[in-house]
Every structure is written in C-alpha cells, then in structure tokens.
C-alpha cells in the first residue's frame, strides 16, 4: 500500500524482554517520527529522523529506548528489557520534510507487557 | 503540564447536535494541526490553520484559529455518528516539525 506501515500490529510479551517495532513510510519521505500513546491520551514525541540521522532524540524515556533508520526509510524502535509502563500504541509518522509538511500516521503497534 | 490543553476530555451528544471542542496554550504556535483517530488506527489529518483569525471549513466541520495563534476550536454542525472519534490539536514545537499534542477529546455521537 502506499501509507506508512507498522508491524507488528499488536505485541504481548513478558517484562524484561526486548521487542523492536518496525516503520515503513511512505516512499521519498525523508522525515519520520516515533511517538507513543497512552490509553485514550495525546500522542507523546519519542525521536525524529531526517534520512539516517536523528537530530532530536530528546523524547526517548530511558536509555532502554533507541531507534535506527537504515537506508533513508525502514526503521526500527527498540525496547530492551520491557516494563510493565511501557505498554502503549506506539505510532510512526512520515512526512516529506520539514516545516509544516503534514505527518502520515500508520495504525501503530499495540504494544502490552504482562 | 501539557503544552496544549483540550476541552472537554470527554462529549457525548445525539445525532444532529452540534458540538465544539478547543484547544488552549500559552505558547504561540506557527500552525496547528487538527486530526481525527478511530480505534486501531492512527490519526488521520484534517486540516491545518497557519494565520492568525484564519477559519476553515470541511463540510460541517469549522476550524478556527485564535488572533494571537494560542488557540483554536473545533466546531462540528449537526454531528452524525460518523463523526464519532478522538479528536486531536497538534502544533509543531521546532523547525524538526516534531509535533506536541493535546490530550485529545474523545467525541460519541448517538444515532
């Protein structure tokens, strides 16, 4: 398809687990961005690339978080040894640059730790 | 303390009623972005207000930005269920475009 694509769709593991999540954007945009979602609650910024590289970071909540981006489009949203807290929607955007570009969302994952 | 503040949290009306909903800062912003999410899905963009006073319209949808760019409203005119959903304001925080959201509110509109 041609939007931003997420998967998986839902993951459910124990705590202390790793799980990566993966972004496909939508093809030629360079910007993408990682946020997460509470129940029912706004959307909170977790990391934005431009290409490759990301310029800001700042939202990640712990160094248990990191993100890459290969190859100016997939990319990867890593949390290693889970807490229960960090169960959420997490949603990846893509845009065609910075400004005021509009931000494409996929559906996210669902992501619940027992 | 969020940056943008949504009210009502939570709207629950009959069809063909109208509603609105706002969104408040203290801080200026160069736009603000207005989305709709339904469940299981992300939120989907529905317009975008840039000046100051600007109004915006969308079939029954009416957007509006305040003169002084801190706030803006949503106003839906004779809801249908269709227009059930959370919705969201966003506004971009820095030239990185990454956006701060409200806390959303969340629209039921009864047949």
């Known amino acids: 398809g041609a939007g931003v694509s997420q998967s998986p769709s839902n993951k459910v593991t124990e705590k202390g687990k790793d799980v990566e999540l993966r972004c496909d954007p939508i093809?030629?945009?360079?910007?993408l961005y990682w946020y997460r979602q509470s129940l029912g609650q706004g959307l909170e910024f977790l990391i934005y690339?431009?290409?490759?590289?990301?310029?800001?970071k700042s939202g990640l909540p712990s160094d248990r978080f990191s993100a890459e981006r290969t190859g100016g489009s997939v990319s990867t949203l890593t949390i290693q040894r889970t807490q229960q807290e960090d169960s959420a929607v997490y949603l990846c955007?893509?845009?065609?640059?910075?400004?005021?570009?509009?931000?494409?969302f996929g559906d996210g994952t669902r992501l619940s730790i027992l | 303390t969020q940056l943008l503040e949504q009210s009502p949290q939570f709207l629950s009306i009959q069809e063909g009623e109208n509603l609105t909903v706002y969104c408040n800062s203290s801080?200026?912003?160069?736009?603000l972005q207005w989305y709709r999410q339904e469940p299981g899905e992300g939120p989907v963009l529905l317009v975008t207000?840039?000046?100051?006073?600007e109004v915006k319209k969308l079939k029954r949808l009416t957007f509006q930005f305040g003169d002084a760019r801190k706030d803006s409203s949503l106003h839906i005119t004779a809801a249908q269920p269709g227009d059930t959903g959370l919705y969201l304001c966003?506004?971009?925080?820095?030239?990185?475009?990454?956006?701060?959201f409200g806390g959303g509110t969340r629209v039921l509109v009864k047949p």
């Open positions: 955007a893509s845009s065609s640059g910075q400004g005021s570009q509009p931000q494409h």
């Open positions: 093809s030629g945009h360079t910007a």
């Open positions: 690339f431009q290409g490759n590289s990301a310029p800001d």
């Open positions: 801080s200026v912003f160069s736009s």
């Open positions: 207000v840039v000046t100051g006073g």
């Open positions: 966003a506004g971009p925080r820095d030239a990185g475009n990454k956006l701060t």
